[in-house]
Every structure is written in structure tokens, then in C-alpha cells.
């Protein structure tokens, strides 16, 4: 407005505009030497040894994943924001926020967030690959194909970079021979390599495992990598081409199951899961998904079924997190809180987070309750049939005039009478008195 007011209409446009440049980029220049002057005066009064220090918690991913299982979203949004605002530079922060951002079908922040990981670190493998596989998704091929290509000439012995791009080829129809035999069989030459930069070896999910992963086939190595980035068309493209090649193996089988189950198609999780318990048998990494599938669906009490046998089984690993707490919450709806406090006591005994130690902590209260409704109700029949007694022994002298002697019968002595300690209550026998 003041600019407006200073330049006059009869002003040329030229000069008008080249004034306004010059004022505006004066004052900013002005604004910025304020407020770096300001900052190191409150800098320097801050820098006593009582200044408060924020920790940030190193489970802060943990917390979050735990939170989108129990479907929490607001929760795991900010511890992935808390973690982002404690490094803001760190790649690994921005793509776990991608990931997120897939899992609640934010598509658009999802590639914002790959683009800021490649910003923070330019030679990220897996931000570039995660940002090109986005772009394929939405059909930019020619850009996606750009950022695939980088990822295989920084690292030419990245087998997961090689069937990605080898995946991207299937996907567009590129041209047998050209580039799809090619990159495959680097692929599987990386697989040979005893130093390939595989990516499988990371942490599992908290839903599914990756223990069914034969580390002899590029194409379930590569789904798995695809499926912890929440990629799932890409990971459901390179499960075909398993299948095509060993046919309805259980460890295909397992991670269809986990492909529908982190898309939310449950049914054909169940499906592939029940297919899988048929060729291989029951172990605790099917039966928890399938536990997690049911939990999902709302069958708590399949669900129970399926987490009791996945707990109990003797081949399970120590840390069944999700199982434990689903398990907790699925017997806390019944109303069985005991069970319903072991559960949760083991899922923090073994990783402890605010959610069990909630779970814990309500299922206690429970239970305390329950046993102060039961006290309650017990010393009130105790009162009641003991004033009953009275009033029945009452009305037994009033009316029998047979003689009776009184029974004192000792417990704990607690009124002393005549020389004798006994308790204040008792009981009266029908005795003549034989005098």
C-alpha cells in the first residue's frame, strides 16, 4: 500500500516497477541483518549450562509403524515429524515420512518427501529409487526411468537397483533383449557377489517377517524391498514373475498374503494365507498375519485363536510386538482383562512403548475393579447373613422355651468379658441345659 502511495500513476511502468525492486529488495536486506543480529543476541543469553535440551527418542520409527498398525495415524504422523525436526538433513527421516505417506494413500506428499531426501543426500539408493518408482506409478516414465538409471550407475552392484529398473522395463513393454534380459542378468549376477548391497537383511515389519525370503531369487528379494517401501504394484509385478518361475511356493504365497494385507485387501490375504497353511503347515508368521487379517476385519475372536497359537508355538522369535498387543486389545473387548494384562506385560517386557504400558495399564485397573466389585459384594452377603442369623436366633429364644446355653466360639480374641478373651461374635446350639 505504501508503494502504491509513494509512486504515482504519471510515474512510468518501468521506472515504477524497477523502484519497486529496489525498495523491496533494501527492505529485505534490512529484515535479514535484524533478525541475524537478533538471533545472536538471544543465542548468546542461551548458552548457560541450565539451557533446556531436547532428547529425542531413537524408537521414534518403532513408535510410529506401531501407531499406524493400531490405526492411530495422528500419532505415527508425529513421531515421524519429531523425527524429521531432529535431523532435518538426514535422508532416512524423509523416506520413512514417504513411506507413511504411501500406507494413508497421500501419494503427491509421499513424492514430496522422496524429493527432500534426494535433497538432503543426492547419492540416497533408496530415495532415488523409491522417488523413480513413484513417478512410474503415475506413469512419468521417461523421468522415472532417468532416476532407476541413476541408481544402477552409482551402484552398479545394488541387486534390489537392478530388478527395480528390470521391474520398471516389465511395466512399460519395453523391448525384449533391449534391457529387461540385461538388467536381469546383472541382477543375478549381483546375487552371486558375496559383497552385493542387498537390502533385505534390514529390520522386518511388525506385521510380516521376511524369513520365507530364499536368498537365491532377485524377484522375492526384490519384493520384499518393495513391499517395506510400501511400493505394492511394483512388488506384486516381480511376485508374478516368481511365480511364473517356481509356480504357488509358499513363500510366494506368504507375500501375496502380505501384499493384499498392507493393501488392505484382507479377504485375499486370508486366501493366500490359508493356501499357504495347507502346502507348508501352520507356523507363527502365518498364523500372526492371519491374526492381524481377522484383527483387521473385526473377528476379534479368530483373531485370539490365531495370536495364542503364534505366542505359544516354539519356534516364534522373543519379540512378537504386534501380536501381543493385538492380543491384549482383542481380550480387553472380551472383557478378559487378566489375560488381557499378561498380554500386554509381555509385549512390554520385550519392547516397551507408550501404547502397551496404556494397554497394561487399563487391563490393571480392571482387573482392580473386578476385585473390588467382587470384596464388596462379598462382605455385603457376609453382613446380610449375618444380621439374618441374628434376627433368626432372636426370634428362636423368644419362641422355644427349651433352656440353651450359649457356644461362645473363639477366633481371634477381641473383647475380654468375666476373665475370658473371646470373639465378639458367635453362634447359639439348640442344648438343654441339664442342670
Given at each position: 500500500m505504501l508503494l502504491d502511495q509513494k509512486f504515482e500513476k504519471h510515474v512510468s511502468n518501468v521506472e515504477s516497477v524497477e523502484s519497486q525492486n529496489f525498495v523491496a529488495s533494501t527492505y529485505t536486506y534490512l529484515v535479514e541483518?535484524?533478525?541475524s543480529a537478533l538471533n545472536k543476541i538471544v543465542e548468546s543469553r542461551l548458552t548457560s549450562d541450565y539451557s533446556p535440551r531436547i532428547t529425542i527418542c531413537p524408537n521414534l520409527y518403532f513408535y510410529a509403524e506401531e501407531a499406524h498398525e493400531l490405526g492411530h495415524t495422528d500419532d505415527a504422523r508425529r513421531h515421524h515429524q519429531a523425527?524429521?525436526?531432529?535431523?532435518?538433513?538426514?535422508?532416512?527421516?524423509?523416506i520413512k515420512?514417504?513411506?507413511?505417506?504411501?500406507?494413508?494413500?497421500?501419494?503427491?506428499?509421499?513424492?514430496?518427501?522422496?524429493?527432500?531426501?534426494?535433497?538432503?543426500?543426492?547419492?540416497?539408493?533408496?530415495?532415488?529409487?523409491?522417488?523413480?518408482?513413484?513417478?512410474?506409478g503415475e506413469r512419468n516414465y521417461r523421468?522415472?526411468?532417468?532416476?532407476?538409471?541413476?541408481v544402477t550407475d552409482l551402484y552398479p552392484r545394488f541387486l534390489e537397483g537392478w530388478v527395480n529398473l528390470h521391474l520398471f522395463y516389465i511395466r512399460t513393454d519395453h523391448c525384449p533383449g533391449s534391457g529387461t534380459d540385461t538388467t536381469l542378468r546383472i541382477a543375478r549376477k549381483c546375487l552371486e557377489d558375496a559383497d552385493g548391497g542387498t537390502e533385505v537383511s534390514g529390520d522386518d515389519p511388525l506385521a510380516w517377517t521376511t524369513i520365507y525370503c530364499p536368498r537365491d531369487s532377485v524377484y522375492t528379494i526384490a519384493a520384499t524391498f518393495l513391499l517395506k517401501l510400501h511400493l505394492c504394484d511394483f512388488a506384486g509385478i516381480a511376485l508374478a514373475e516368481e511365480?511364473?518361475?517356481?509356480?504357488?511356493?509358499?513363500?510366494v504365497l506368504y507375500?501375496?498374503?502380505?501384499?493384499?494385507?498392507?493393501?488392505?485387501?484382507?479377504?485375499?490375504?486370508l486366501s493366500h494365507l490359508q493356501e499357504a497353511r495347507r502346502t507348508y503347515g501352520m507356523d507363527y508368521s502365518i498364523s500372526g498375519l492371519m491374526g492381524h487379517c481377522h484383527f483387521q476385519r473385526g473377528d476379534f475372536e479368530e483373531a485370539v485363536r490365531c495370536y495364542e497359537f503364534a505366542s505359544t508355538v516354539s519356534s516364534r522369535p522373543g519379540d512378537l510386538h504386534l501380536v501381543r498387543t493385538r492380543m491384549g486389545l482383542c481380550y480387553e473387548d472380551a472383557g478378559d482383562y487378566e489375560r488381557a494384562l499378561r498380554a500386554f506385560l509381555g509385549a512390554c517386557d520385550t519392547s516397551p512403548t507408550a501404547e502397551t504400558w496404556l494397554g497394561?495399564?487399563?487391563?490393571?485397573?480392571?482387573?482392580?475393579?473386578?476385585?473390588?466389585i467382587l470384596l464388596q459384594a462379598m462382605f455385603a452377603t457376609i453382613s446380610c447373613d449375618r444380621r439374618s442369623s441374628e434376627d433368626s436366633r432372636y426370634r428362636?429364644?423368644?419362641?422355644?422355651?427349651?433352656?440353651r446355653v450359649k457356644i461362645k466360639v473363639f477366633r481371634k480374641p477381641t473383647e475380654e468379658a468375666d476373665g475370658e478373651s473371646f470373639a465378639t461374635w458367635g453362634y447359639w446350639i439348640k442344648q438343654p441345659n441339664r442342670r
Open positions: 541483518r535484524m533478525h523425527a524429521i525436526a531432529a535431523g532435518e538433513k538426514n535422508p532416512v527421516a524423509w515420512y514417504a513411506i507413511f505417506h504411501l500406507k494413508v494413500g497421500d501419494v503427491e506428499r509421499a513424492k514430496e518427501c522422496s524429493r527432500e531426501a534426494i535433497l538432503s543426500d543426492r547419492r540416497d539408493k533408496i530415495a532415488l529409487s523409491m522417488y523413480g518408482l513413484i513417478l512410474a523421468e522415472a526411468e532417468v532416476f532407476l538409471r541413476i511365480m511364473s518361475r517356481v509356480g504357488r511356493a509358499t513363500h507375500y501375496l498374503a502380505v501384499q493384499h494385507y498392507v493393501s488392505r485387501r484382507y479377504e485375499n490375504a497394561a495399564g487399563v487391563a490393571f485397573y480392571e482387573c482392580a475393579l473386578l476385585l473390588l428362636i429364644v423368644k419362641e422355644d422355651e427349651i433352656p
